[in-house]
């Protein structure tokens, strides 16, 4: 199903001469994944302490873009110049949750938001990347089909920051859009799992 995701090797080709400067200049795949991750966390502390000020949720879409560029910046770091390497590997999956948990969940300190759903939400997300990660374990490839991954999330927090910075503070408003990301996250699951095992069947 379409996923922002879809659009990773065109944001790549932006983000390619980026990338081999910082080659260039002994940057590693880690040190880029731990930039991210220490953004986001930053960032979520900012959420969390600050719950409804305009200038962390006004940020917000900056710093999930920014993790964005970082998160496929490390890739093409381990991939086209050799930085492939167990810790890596491990740096990535639990960055991204670890990322996703902090700046997400601090949505549901705010009063015109359900805390449940917020909660549901990055829980569904979760265990949304353990499916993509599991499909790996029983031998087919890391799975990130859609409609509702990583980028998508982005998207849907990133949009809702935004609007909030500005005042938007609909419950209704809320209540649907999360409420179709948890729907769609359920989505995502169903289809990682059901595409490895078609993958395994197909070998």
């Known amino acids: 199903m379409p996923t922002i995701y ?6 790549q080709d932006l983000l390619r001469p980026l990338c081999q400067r910082l080659a260039a200049s002994g940057v590693t795949a880690n040190q880029v994944s731990l930039t991210a991750l220490g953004l986001s966390v930053l960032e979520g502390l900012a959420l969390w302490l600050f719950p409804g000020a305009f200038l962390p949720l006004f940020l917000l879409p900056v710093v999930l873009f920014a993790r964005m560029g970082l998160n496929a910046i490390d890739g093409m770091l381990a991939r086209e110049h050799d ?21 997400y969940l601090p949505f549901a300190l705010l009063p015109f938001v359900s805390a449940e759903q917020v909660v549901g939400l990055v829980v569904l997300a979760v265990i949304g990347e353990m499916t993509g990660v599991i499909s790996v374990q029983i031998g087919a ?3 990130y089909d859609g409609p509702f991954g990583k980028s998508d999330r982005a998207a849907l927090f990133g949009l809702c920051g935004f609007l909030m910075a500005f005042g938007v503070t609909s419950q209704l408003l809320y209540l649907i859009l999360f409420g179709a990301g948890a729907l769609l996250s359920a ?9 490895a095992l078609k993958e395994l069947a197909s070998q």
């Open 6 to 11: 879809q659009l990773k090797s065109r944001f």
């Open 83 to 103: 930085q492939q390497s167990d810790l890596g590997a491990i740096l990535n999956e639990l960055g991204d949750v670890i990322s996703d948990a902090a700046l």
């Open 141 to 143: 490839s890391r799975r």
């Open 187 to 195: 989505v995502t699951i169903w289809n990682r799992a059901r595409a």
